[in-house]
Antibody, heavy 117, light 106 residues
Framework: EVQLVESGGGLVQPGGSLRLSCVASGFTFSNSWMHWVRQAPGMGPVWVSRMNGDGRSRNYADSVEGRFAISRDNAKNTLYLEMNSLRVEDTALYYC??????????WGQGTLVTVSS | IVMTQSPATLSVSLGERATLSCRASQSVSSNLVWYQQKPGQAPRLLIYGASTRATGTPARFSGSGSGTEFTLTINSLQSEDFAVYYCQHHNDWRWTFGQGTKVEIK
């Protein structure tokens, strides 16, 4: 059974930092493109970032470029998202997901990030 | 590319058909995916390639369209189908979702 379990969310002040983690199981993590997708309350999902299986290729949405950094540890089957210079508008539920041919097949249950003073 | 879904809310009775629309601001060929999201849950993949049902998607769900106009049809709505539905497009390394259509009980 495929499982993606996110952690690391919480309440942080504007300008602060957080590191999210996503532990994967049930599939070959090291071969998979992995993504972070966020969803603000009452809104649609928004793609944030992606990384390929060997960690050599990564991309970011314009809204987080330069502030967020995606990484992975294939030995631990874990995906990370380092978030810096957080803004109020970064408040959302953050999901990790894997993709196959552009579609998000498996999703975690998300970890909530709240940016507020 | 901007994905626009309509209507925002669709009120449907049990057993009836629901028709949801998704429009792309420019042609996306058949590169269109539909997800279902229930309260407190992550989105679930329903249909990809505009019309191919994902594993586990019931046959009452069907997708159609190409280019800029797409439709998700749910025949004979069941109680478990009341949810929010999102369309999504992927191009190179950008993924774009629509704002969603909520299917509610009439």
């Amino acid at each position: 059974e495929v499982q993606l379990v996110e952690s690391g969310g919480g309440l942080v002040q504007p300008g602060g930092s957080l590191r999210l983690s996503c532990v994967a199981s049930g599939f070959t993590f090291s071969n998979s493109w992995m993504h972070w997708v966020r969803q603000a309350p009452g809104m649609g999902p928004v793609w944030v970032s992606r990384m390929n299986g060997d960690g050599r290729s990564r991309n970011y949405a314009d809204s987080v470029e330069g502030r967020f950094a995606i990484s992975r540890d294939n030995a631990k089957n874990t995906l990370y998202l380092e978030m810096n210079s957080l803004r109020v508008e970064d408040t959302a539920l953050y999901y990790c997901a894997n993709s196959v041919n552009g579609r998000f097949v498996y999703w975690g249950q998300g970890t909530l990030v709240t940016v507020s003073s | 590319i901007v994905m626009t879904q309509s209507p925002a809310t669709l009120s449907v009775s049990l057993g009836e058909r629901a028709t949801l629309s998704c429009r792309a601001s420019q042609s996306v060929s058949s590169n269109l995916v539909w997800y279902q999201q229930k309260p407190g849950q992550a989105p679930r993949l329903l249909i990809y390639g505009a019309s191919t049902r994902a594993t586990g998607t019931p046959a009452r769900f069907s997708g159609s369209g190409s280019g800029t106009e797409f439709t998700l049809t749910i025949n004979s709505l069941q109680s478990e189908d009341f949810a929010v539905y999102y369309c999504q497009h992927h191009n190179d390394w950008r993924w774009t979702f629509g704002q969603g259509t909520k299917v509610e009980i009439k």
